[in-house]
């Protein structure tokens, strides 16, 4: 779903034991124990994928947004549900942003899809064969842009500042905010296992 230069690190299943750095205890200071193990096993992730870039000592903290701070001169996205954690990183003098982001591949909850789809959107939805989800891929398509939409510009974007149009495993997201010199991002989807994982990411110009 990626594309070469980009190191993609994924485990399913419960989480995986893993000892966190000093700079990344914050992150979960006052964490339950279960959200401090899916904090800890996506970093797990986080550190395969970077040792695959090279760098075999790398932590990656939260910063005071709560957004994960990837060692310097990378550019990374790290998403965790129930049964399944992964990171995705790349160099960023190739890549400007990666997003990806992974959801129950299960309809949103009533009421929701009016809060996060278009009415276009909502419409296309309809259209789709029952047994794909397809609210729930754009949602998780919109969070892939946020994921590299944020690091860009430090600024929000709200789902209504995303549309988005379903491909066959494909997706097209047109930005309705300016910030990251271009209004157009190229994903993909896939669905498996109970799951809905979409990928985005920003080439360096």
Request: aromatic fraction near 6%.
């Amino acid at each position: 779903m990626l594309p070469v230069g980009v190191e993609v690190a994924e485990h399913a299943g419960p989480p995986l034991p893993e000892v966190l750095h000093p700079s990344e205890e914050p992150g979960v200071a006052n964490a339950v124990p279960a959200r401090r193990a899916e904090y800890a096993a996506v970093r797990g992730c986080a550190r395969i994928a970077l040792r695959r870039l090279g760098l075999p000592d790398a932590t990656v903290p939260a910063g005071p947004d709560r957004a994960p701070v990837w060692p310097a001169g990378i550019v990374g996205s790290m998403t965790h549900v129930d049964g399944y954690r992964a990171a995705a990183v790349g160099r960023a003098d190739s890549w400007a942003g990666i997003g990806i982001d992974a959801e129950p591949h299960a309809p949103l909850p009533p009421g929701v899809d009016a809060l996060v789809l278009s009415v276009d959107e909502q419409r296309a939805v309809a259209r789709t064969e029952p047994a794909l989800c397809a609210d729930r891929v754009l949602f998780s398509a919109k969070e892939s842009v946020y994921k590299v939409w944020y690091p860009v510009t430090r600024s929000w974007l709200g789902f209504e500042d995303v549309d988005v149009v379903l491909g066959d495993g494909t997706f097209v997201a047109r930005l309705r905010r300016t910030g990251l010199g271009t209004d157009v991002l190229h994903g993909r989807w896939a669905v498996g296992d109970g799951l809905v994982v979409t990928a985005v990411v920003l080439a360096r110009a």
